[in-house]
């Protein structure tokens, strides 16, 4: 995607890199969406123009997902030193560090099964595995956007404490009660390098905005597609300039 050509991003104020602090989304904030969780694509020139901010922010950058750990280290190696995964479920705090899982609940095997059964019989419906839950992804066949609904609602009616449903883009998402990616800000806000600046949350989803809530609480500000910026494609041109113009 490009950049619209009227928009300009004279609204986005940031603190100066050396006292801020980056938490990012992933899909739909530094990757276009894709037609499944796999075909994403990171765009020539990301990688660089991240290893460049993590530098000019003192290694103060964390990637801020719904997807596992792993799954950042696969499309992004090496690139964030933080990573809060499973929507903030798991929390890396360094590059070397262990994932750090809390006490979650497991998601009941019955569930999964189901799932995956409903899957196969239904093409196009993918279930994407996670540590404590799992994705009913229905991109391919919305139509069938309601009976996973009604599945996923079932399952979750199960166990109201200890799992939630979350609506995704063109996905249904089943995961523990009470985690969410604000919670992964105020936690790795706590710790160097991220302690002592002004956090900078850049989001495309619902689930972002507890992290944005989180990063304006503490100070610092949050931006979300498409309020703020029109798409993914001008979040990753806004990223270049800003570590462009730092370098000058
Ligand atoms: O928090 P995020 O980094 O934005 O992750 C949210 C979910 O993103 C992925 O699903 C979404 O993106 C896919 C690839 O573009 C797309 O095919 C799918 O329809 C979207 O729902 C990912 O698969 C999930 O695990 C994340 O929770």
Redesign the pocket.
Known sequence: MTMKSDYTWNQINIPLLGEAAFFL?????L???????D??KVERGLTETLQILRRLLGNALAV????PIGQIDHFLPHIPYAVAGE?GGALRFSPEGPIQNGSLPSIPQRWLEEAENFAQHHEGVIV?K?NNGF?L?F?KVPELENRLHKMAEEWVGHQPDSFELQS????W?IRPKGVD?GQAVYTLMEQPPFRGRKPVFI???I??EDGIKAAQALGGVGYRIPHDFPDSGTVRVWLKSLVEGAEK
């Open positions: 989304d992933f899909d739909g904030t990757v276009d969406i894709a037609p499944t969780p075909s994403v801020v997902t719904g997807r929507h994407e996670k994705v992804h991109r995704a883009k063109m996905a998402e990616k989001g495309d989803d689930t972002d």
